[in-house]
């Protein structure tokens, strides 16, 4: 309950901060995207890492208010990048039942005068526990408005092709937890596998958790279309990653 309060003070006042980690284009090797990633400095306990609070905000319906800072913030900071270089949030599911959500949305691109394509919101498979038809119906609007609506973590929880038939996503993220498990047979296996479901869908895979250049080689090998991790660029500062889109976008 302490931390909850003390979460809402930090989304109110100047507790939160993004950090950005770079995705790249694979063939080719330039810095397409950054995905926004929320941090909560703490007054006492320092740095909390996401995983500590995110859910916590779920529960306590927090998540609306930390969501809306999120994305506001992610694209003032993308305001100032060249144009060809998207933005990625991370929206809870939970986000999705806010009335409010699609004028935030519409709202934070107009203030930072992003077209919409730049912005790229993922959302994870939990969006099909319930598989309703007002998740749907939001997912839609955020398409039509112009926004990439792209699958994060896939292969881990929910999703069945029917999902994936039923809605068009417009890239899907292969979970690092596969990723990981590279060479072996059985996660080379199933990313193949995953890469050729998605080419004959037509849907652009990203690779999440690269660490190694080895994995880097089998993903290009496979004919990944974008790369995240460790090996090509950590989640650092607003600063810091602006000099990494100076060198690479
Ligand atoms: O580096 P990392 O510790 O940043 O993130 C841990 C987890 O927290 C990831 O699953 C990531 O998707 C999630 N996360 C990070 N930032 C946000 C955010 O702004 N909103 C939501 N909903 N999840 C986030
Ligand atoms: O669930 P989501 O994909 O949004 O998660 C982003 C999380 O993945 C962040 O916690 C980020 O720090 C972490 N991450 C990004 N790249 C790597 C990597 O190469 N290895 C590991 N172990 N974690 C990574
Ligand atoms: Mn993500
Ligand atoms: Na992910």
């Known amino acids: 309950a302490r931390l909850g309060s003390e979460l809402r003070g930090a989304i109110a006042g100047n507790g939160l901060t993004l950090h950005f980690q770079p995705l790249y284009s694979m063939p080719g090797n330039r810095l397409s995207a950054c995905e926004a990633l929320v941090r909560w400095h703490h007054p006492t ?122 809605f068009q996503f417009q890239k899907i993220k292969i979970d690092r937890s596969f990723v990981q498990e590279l060479p072996e047979r059985g996660a080379a296996g199933i990313i193949r596998a995953i890469i050729s479901l998605a080419q004959s869908m037509d849907i652009p895979i990203t690779a999440e958790g690269v660490e190694t250049q080895d994995q880097w080689t089998h993903l290009n090998d496979l004919g990944c279309n974008q790369v995240q991790g460790f090996l090509l660029g950590r989640p650092q500062p607003a600063e810091s990653i602006r000099q990494a889109i100076l060198t690479h976008a």
């Open 45 to 166: 306990q320092g740095m909390i890492p996401p995983d500590q609070f995110v859910g916590l905000a779920e529960e306590n319906g927090l998540i609306h208010d930390l969501g809306e800072w999120v994305l506001r913030a992610a694209c003032t900071e993308a305001a100032c990048w060249p144009a060809q270089v998207r933005v990625a949030v991370n929206v809870s599911p939970i986000q999705l039942r806010n009335p409010r959500f699609i004028r935030i949305v519409e709202d934070a691109l107009a203030q930072s005068g992003r077209p919409p394509e730049r912005l790229e919101i993922e959302i994870t498979e939990n969006i099909f526990v319930q598989n309703s038809a007002t998740n749907r119906e939001i997912l839609q609007r955020l398409g039509r408005i112009g926004c990439s609506i792209v699958l994060d973590d896939f292969g881990t929880g929910y999703s069945s092709l029917g999902y994936l038939r039923s």
